[in-house]
């Protein structure tokens, strides 16, 4: 696994204002190291206002929730999060995350 990851051609799609209003402002796509295409991801407003990326998944019959694709730690997915968010034109403090 490469030591940098680089997410590029990232495109976002706008929720339903019914949506937006639950905290769901859209989905996400990108592509990652020129090698794998991102799609399903989703950006989130939290209930104390923070900005986050969610990674999509299924739900079994237990109601556990099973992801397709995930970052296998915080400091992954920060850095996921800043990159998808920079390119989407938010700015993120560093503390934030």
């Known amino acids: 696994m490469p030591d940098v990851l680089h997410l590029t051609q990232v495109r976002f799609t706008a929720a339903a204002p019914h949506d937006q209003a639950r905290g769901l402002l859209g989905w996400v796509s990108a592509v990652l ?48 999060e800043h990159q998808l968010l920079a390119a989407l034109g938010y700015v993120v403090p560093e503390s934030a995350s």
């Open 33 to 80: 190291n020129g090698a794998l295409q991102l799609d399903g991801l989703t950006l989130r407003r939290s209930l104390d206002d923070r900005l986050y990326i969610a990674f999509p998944g299924r739900t079994d019959r237990s109601g556990r929730t099973h992801a397709y694709v995930r970052p296998l730690d915080d400091e992954t997915r920060r850095d996921v």
